[in-house]
């Protein structure tokens, strides 16, 4: 059963263009220049029930203001949107009940109080029965390793522990649709193993949906088999994260150690060096010739060792957003 | 019926929390408080003793004694007192979250978003402030001979029941003006000073302006309404009109309200 639908969403913004400077300023006072931003441009996707979904783009491609139509946030300009049979932006409060959204940047629990009051205003708020409260709160600071902290004022916590508190502060009413905004942001290595852990684990054990959008793909290897890629507002990619490698990348990378100097210029009738530094080289290779490659490497050069790997799936992304050939 | 009653002790559960946060919250910041009781009070004193000079020259102003302005300056502080403690400031920090993009986090909750927009925080810090309103009224009562029946007084407590509504609505209605504008503040400050003008007597001002203030901007409800009709200054059928506008500020802050969110952009994450 799909739990989210859109169909040729859109979501335009119309932006007040100023001029720098105070004389920008000035003139903006009388005449105004107007311009329409793109923000969402005709998308569609589905989500089943339960699927945990990587959502990547880069830095204004739209992913926020998608998940923000998603819940509700915005009005979307024209298109369709439906949320467990709901359409979000009416704003019912079953559906509310029924979702979460989670923005790394932006804090909801009480600034200057423990992150406790925040969990029982919430209580309240989602008229959660309090043995269901006390269960899963039990469950989910457990799960976190925060039980300590909980009546720790808010602003004295650490972006790790506050994160980890706004999860449970998230997840208190057991949403079925959970929308994750770079929940992993400015944390530390540590710190994002066990996020990534419990998302994980959390999507496993209550079966629930979530969208995911990071900008670490460690994040998004490590959760989401299925990944959205949106650039400029429209989807570019939508498909199983394996399935990056062979629609972007039409070449693999050899990797060489050489035992004995070599002519570069010979080697680059092999393929594109991306690097040369004796013993090492790296060879870029067109994906259908690389064995045939590999084995004139073999034959023609002083080979120590070889390597024929797939393009790193964070090179293939950074590539396709900036516009570059793939490696 | 019954559900009508669950969800008055639904919403009465929930502003106790938020009651008890606020509590909490003052608890924390004590010189804050402190010092907020401290400034309400020279606001007070500065006033007192304007009017003071102004009627050494005078013994009325526009039909109106030294005492019965005192008595206007209670009520408008009263009136005002409630304002602050309960929704302006709550109002003030709606504008801003909407600037910065925190009014996400209300718009995702579900109960009514209007109600935790005005009322997720009481001022106690001005609690102190009740004092001097208290002095200023008591004083200024015990100074003026106030002819009033059983009738007179209900009629007065309803005014000024509908002074706390009309000032909320209108508070609320400028506060919305942030949804399409996004940035309201000054809508907001230019009301405030606006307010100003309930510290007066309205006969001071002329006739237009006076229409104005009682039907267009209908700041002359807030005190000077509830004020006049116990001094017998102004026909009872005001408390009436004062109905009214309530109503009609509901249905005007509704609509804005409505068709605000409509166009609520949010703002970058």
Known sequence: MQAIEIKNLKKYYRVHKKEPGLSGSIKSLFKRKYEDVKAVDNISFQIEEGELVGFIGPNGAGKTTTLKCLSGLLYPTSGFVSVLGYTPYDRKKEFLKQISLVMGQKNQLWWDLPAMETFILNREIYEIPKMQFEKTLEELTALLEVKDILKVQVRKLSLGQRMKCELIAALLHSPKVLFLDEPTIGLDVVSQKKMRDFIRDYNQKKKSTIILTSHYMGDVKELCQRVIIIDKGRVIFDGQLSEITRKFADHKIISVVFSKEIDPKKLAEIGEVKDYHFPKAVISVKREVASVSASELLQDFPVADLNIEEVAIEDIIREVFTGKDVL | ?269
């Open chain 2, 1 to 269: 019926m019954r559900r009508l009653v669950n969800k008055i002790v639904r919403y009465l559960r929930l502003y106790f929390y938020l009651v008890k946060f606020s509590v909490m919250s003052v608890i924390i910041y004590r010189l804050n408080s402190l010092l907020m009781g401290v400034t309400s009070i020279i606001w007070m004193l500065t006033m007192i003793v304007f009017a003071s000079v102004v009627f050494k020259g005078v013994d009325q102003i526009a039909g109106w004694t030294f005492w019965e302005i005192m008595l206007l300056l209670g009520i408008h502080e009263l009136i005002f007192l409630g304002t602050w403690m309960f929704f302006a400031q709550n109002l003030g920090k709606f504008i801003y979250d909407v600037r910065q993009g925190s009014f996400d986090k209300t718009l995702l909750k579900p109960v009514n978003q209007r109600f935790l927009v005005s009322f997720n925080s009481i001022d106690f810090t001005l609690l102190g402030s009740l004092v001097n309103v208290v002095v200023v009224l008591s004083v200024s009562l015990t100074h003026l001979t106030i002819n009033i029946d059983l009738l007179g007084i209900i009629t007065f407590f309803i005014s000024l029941i509908c002074a706390y509504f009309i000032v909320y609505f209108v508070y609320f209605c400028v506060s919305s003006l942030s949804l399409f504008f996004v940035n309201a503040e000054t809508f907001s400050d230019w009301l405030l000073e606006m307010t100003d003008f309930d510290r007066y007597p309205a006969e001071i001002y002329g006739e237009i302006f006076r229409t104005f203030l009682f039907f267009v901007l209908p700041i002359l409800f807030f005190a000077y309404v509830p004020t006049a009709i116990l001094l017998n200054k102004l026909p009872r059928y005001y408390a009436g009109i004062g109905v009214l506008m309530v109503i009609w500020l509901y249905i005007i802050s509704t609509i804005l309200w409505k068709s605000g969110l409509k166009k609520y952009q949010s703002a970058s994450s």
